[in-house]
């Protein structure tokens, strides 16, 4: 019997199965596309694993040994559990799937993101649950231990293990209301420097905008600071203030209240929104499935 504890590597098992068929070298090396000299090199360290010669030369070829004959069919089937090994897979049926997805994402991902991600899967897997969690600084471990499945955003410290893909870019614009009494066309910086502000202390892009804002020695007068993106659009669609913010909700939130969206009037580093999962979870159907979805329905936005 082969012992599991000493198990020759996959490729000398094979070897041991072809050679079996062919008892020759030459053919061997041909189905294996290997050369003779290492055919002979691989049969020479599992001679001397197995400990016995294997194959001895005949007229009509390498005929096997007892021992040879004893461990085929043992060989055999360790090469046939392998094979199933290696294409097993969980099947995932979005259809009739039946799982918890945990996503996390910022608030802005709230308002832009999730009314689409919860469409799509109402449509094509009904029996999901989505659970959404906020970005936080528990965000790496929650993606290492399956606590979530996937974050969303512009995560830029989560560290190694964690894979990556980018879903689409974003810079930056100004709302205003539509009836401001001073902005009319283009945004001037005059005009922004001028003007109140509205402050959103959410959103993992704050920072660039900071930056940007201290590298251009630019002071706004915030006049009202929010938490989250809630409720922003009304405030600005009745006061005169400015909300610089990421053009993907700064759109959104015109569009009902009819704001205008202007180019920043100074430059903001752009930022890459992604998609972020665990190395442990890069093979798992169900997170594949859920990846694939979303890359389809966000990169290009």
Known sequence: MIQTDALPEPKLLHLFDVLYDTRSVTRTAEQLGQSQPTISLWLGKLREQLGDPLFVRTPTGMAPTPQAEALITP????????????????????????????????????????????????????????????????????????????????????????YQQVLFPQDWVCLVSPNHPRIKDAL?????????????????????????????????????EL????????????????????????????????????????PIENFLVKQHWHARYHQDPGNRWLRTTLSLLFQGS
């Open 75 to 162: 060989c055999r089937e360790v090469l046939e559990s392998l094979r199933r090994l290696t294409a097993w897979e969980i099947g995932f049926d979005p259809a009739s799937a039946k799982r918890r997805f945990r996503l996390c994402m910022s608030d802005a991902s709230h308002i832009t993101l999730l009314p689409k991600i919860l469409e799509l899967l109402r449509r094509d897997a009904p029996g999901i649950r989505l659970e959404v969690a906020r970005i936080d600084g528990n965000t790496e471990r929650a993606l290492e231990t399956g606590e979530a499945d996937l974050a969303i955003g512009f995560v830029p410290w989560l560290g190694g293990g964690i």
């Open 188 to 224: 001037q910086l005059d005009e922004y420097v001028g003007e109140g502000h509205v402050f959103v202390s959410a959103g993992t892009g704050q920072k660039l905008l900071e930056a940007a804002l201290a590298r251009n020695a630019i002071e706004r007068q915030i006049v009202l």
């Open 227 to 266: 938490p989250g993106f809630l409720g922003l659009g009304a405030v600005v669609s009745s006061t005169d203030l400015i909300a610089t913010l990421p053009r993907h909700i700064g759109e959104t939130l015109a569009r009902p209240h009819g704001l205008k969206v202007h180019a920043c009037p100074f």
